[in-house]
């Protein structure tokens, strides 16, 4: 769940106090009313007198009074005043850019400030006959941000691609780059995709994530699902498959998994694209496709290092899918992601790049889909409010269901006799009911016996 926005802040109180200073300090300007000066402060009062930050903010508190003239400064506590200077900022700018008063540079900046402060995950730069729509896409959902003139848009591309290392001269191809967007609370990683379209080039910018990964039973999982993935992790060897659409959280449970590994008596590697996050303990590799360096040529490398838990960061052709399946089969623990609609459908994507389940199933440990659904408002009950932005939620929470293999129910599948009725031992599997798994095992073949380990109270995904 995120935290409540800081309060907007007046134009007046903005103006009196310079914007180094506030970000100097951790200040939101707020009011200036009847000679007092109101600021936030993440801590308004209580702070040791050593503590450097609050001598810090006296400073310049008192720097603020003799610019301000004559007027009282009175404190209150704000939630991320940093986050609600940014926001301010961004604003203010945003709407100078929409009439062009403003250059392109500031407008980057601004875009993403904006997202940073309302803790968005992505920026999307959509070209249009007008100009440049901005949207912010926050829980799931698109925002509207901005539309800026035409005349600023291809200048506004441009900055970004110089900013993340690419071409600027080239309109006709997609190109994928990365670049650092520094903040007063720490820099910020972004992921640049650009891509010609009929009136420009959009762009779309992923920030990543902050700070190492939650703890796996801190990610919101169902219970169930969170133990059948501590177990897969402590097993020696086999396939650890999570799958879901982008955005449903599967690298993040991933990290949170190996955060559980990395560091012990086990050596830990990744291959990644890109690193989104640092997990301690582990050797990280991004993938460089323009150096040679795709899935399949790192995996081979990595495998030269006598690693124990290879993450595969995703699945995504037939060459790769071999590979880590025979790491799999050769002593190593392989966690991966797909692109499947849900756990049992996971078998068959991998058929489809090449792994039949006949060669699939011996070495699956366990499957788990994942979806990330939004959070209604506690603050207005998905009325619509200003702490969640008229939207109506805030924060999301992960819906999952998951497939942990073992002997009676690998038996189970490689006997079905045919795809059907493999999904429906897997269906019964991913959501178990007292009649569920005999009923497909009397459709799907020969009666077999055998405990199943699976389970998922969050509801089908």
């Given at each position: 769940?995120?935290?409540?926005?800081?309060?907007?802040?007046?134009?007046?109180?903005?103006?009196?106090?310079?914007?180094?200073?506030?970000?100097?300090?951790?200040?939101?300007?707020?009011?200036?009313?009847?000679?007092?000066?109101?600021?936030?402060?993440?801590?308004?009062?209580?702070?040791?007198?050593?503590?450097?930050?609050?001598?810090r903010r006296a400073e310049v508190l008192e720097e603020v009074r003799v610019r301000a003239g004559a007027v009282a400064?009175?404190?209150?506590?704000?939630?991320?005043?940093?986050?609600?200077?940014?926001?301010?900022?961004?604003?203010?700018?945003?709407?100078?850019?929409?009439?062009?008063?403003?250059?392109?540079?500031?407008?980057?900046?601004?875009?993403?400030?904006?997202?940073?402060?309302?803790?968005?995950?992505?920026?999307?730069?959509?070209?249009?006959?007008?100009?440049?729509?901005?949207?912010?896409?926050?829980?799931?959902?698109?925002?509207?941000?901005?539309?800026?003139?035409?005349?600023?848009?291809?200048?506004?591309?441009?900055?970004?691609?110089?900013?993340?290392?690419?071409?600027?001269?080239?309109?006709?191809?997609?190109?994928?780059?990365?670049?650092?967007?520094?903040?007063?609370?720490?820099?910020?990683?972004?992921?640049?995709?650009?891509?010609?379209?009929?009136?420009?080039?959009?762009?779309?910018?992923?920030?990543?994530?902050?700070?190492?990964?939650?703890?796996?039973?801190?990610?919101?999982?169902?219970?169930?699902?969170?133990?059948?993935?501590?177990?897969?992790?402590?097993?020696?060897?086999?396939?650890?498959?999570?799958?879901?659409?982008?955005?449903?959280?599967?690298?993040?449970?991933?990290?949170?998994?190996?955060?559980?590994?990395?560091?012990?008596?086990?050596?830990?590697?990744?291959?990644?694209?890109?690193?989104?996050?640092?997990?301690?303990?582990?050797?990280?590799?991004?993938?460089?496709?323009?150096?040679?360096?795709?899935?399949?040529?790192?995996?081979?490398?990595?495998?030269?290092?006598?690693?124990?838990?290879?993450?595969?960061?995703?699945?995504?052709?037939?060459?790769?899918?071999?590979?880590?399946?025979?790491?799999?089969?050769?002593?190593?623990?392989?966690?991966?992601?797909?692109?499947?609609?849900?756990?049992?459908?996971?078998?068959?994507?991998?058929?489809?790049?090449?792994?039949?389940?006949?060669?699939?199933?011996?070495?699956?440990?366990?499957?788990?889909?994942?979806?990330l659904h939004a959070v209604p408002c506690p603050g207005c009950a998905a009325g619509g409010c200003r702490d969640c932005?008229?939207?109506?939620?805030?924060?999301?929470?992960?819906?999952?269901?998951?497939?942990?293999?073992?002997?009676?129910?690998?038996?189970?599948?490689?006997?079905?006799?045919?795809?059907?009725?493999?999904?429906?031992?897997?269906?019964?599997?991913?959501?178990?009911?007292?009649?569920?798994?005999?009923?497909?095992?009397?459709?799907?073949?020969?009666?077999?016996?055998?405990?199943?380990?699976?389970?998922?109270?969050?509801?089908?995904?």
């Amino acid at each position: 769940m995120r935290p409540p926005p800081p309060p907007a802040p007046e134009a007046a109180a903005l103006a009196a106090v310079p914007s180094t200073l506030a970000r100097r300090a951790g200040l939101l300007p707020l009011t200036l009313r009847d000679g007092v000066l109101r600021v936030g402060t993440a801590a308004a009062s209580g702070t040791a007198p050593d503590d450097a930050a609050a001598r810090r903010r006296a400073e310049v508190l008192e720097e603020v009074r003799v610019r301000a003239g004559a007027v009282a400064v009175e404190t209150v506590p704000v939630v991320d005043p940093v986050a609600g200077l940014l926001l301010a900022e961004a604003g203010r700018t945003l709407a100078s850019a929409t009439t062009g008063g403003t250059d392109a540079v500031a407008v980057v900046d601004a875009a993403l400030d904006a997202a940073v402060g309302r803790d968005a995950s992505d920026v999307h730069l959509e070209p249009t006959p007008e100009g440049l729509r901005l949207r912010l896409r926050r829980d799931g959902d698109l925002h509207d941000l901005a539309t800026l003139p035409a005349a600023l848009r291809d200048a506004v591309v441009a900055r970004i691609k110089v900013r993340a290392g690419l071409d600027v001269a080239e309109r006709r191809a997609a190109q994928d780059g990365r670049m650092v967007h520094p903040t007063p609370g720490g820099d910020v990683a972004v992921r640049v995709a650009t891509l010609p379209a009929r009136h420009g080039e959009r762009v779309t910018l992923r920030l990543l994530p902050r700070g190492p990964a939650a703890a796996l039973d801190r990610l919101g999982l169902p219970g169930a699902v969170v133990a059948a993935l501590a177990g897969a992790g402590a097993a020696r060897d086999g396939l650890v498959v999570l799958c879901g659409p982008t955005g449903s959280g599967k690298t993040t449970t991933l990290h949170a998994l190996l955060g559980r590994l990395a560091g012990g008596s086990r050596a830990v590697m990744t291959l990644e694209d890109p690193v989104e996050r640092e997990v301690p303990g582990a050797t990280q590799t991004q993938v460089d496709a323009a150096a040679g360096l795709t899935f399949a040529a790192g995996l081979r490398h990595l495998l030269r290092h006598d690693p124990d838990v290879l993450l595969v960061g995703e699945v995504r052709d037939a060459e790769t899918a071999v590979l880590a399946l025979e790491a799999a089969r050769t002593g190593h623990l392989v966690l991966t992601t797909l692109h499947a609609v849900d756990a049992p459908g996971a078998v068959d994507r991998l058929a489809d790049l090449g792994l039949p389940a006949a060669r699939v199933v011996p070495v699956l440990r366990l499957i788990v889909a994942q979806r990330l659904h939004a959070v209604p408002c506690p603050g207005c009950a998905a009325g619509g409010c200003r702490d969640c932005d008229g939207t109506g939620t805030r924060g999301r929470t992960a819906v999952a269901e998951a497939v942990a293999f073992d002997a009676a129910l690998r038996a189970d599948v490689l006997g079905a006799p045919d795809a059907a009725g493999r999904r429906r031992l897997l269906d019964a599997a991913a959501h178990p009911r007292p009649d569920d798994l005999p009923a497909a095992r009397a459709a799907a073949g020969p009666a077999r016996t055998g405990a199943v380990l699976a389970a998922a109270p969050g509801g089908r995904t």
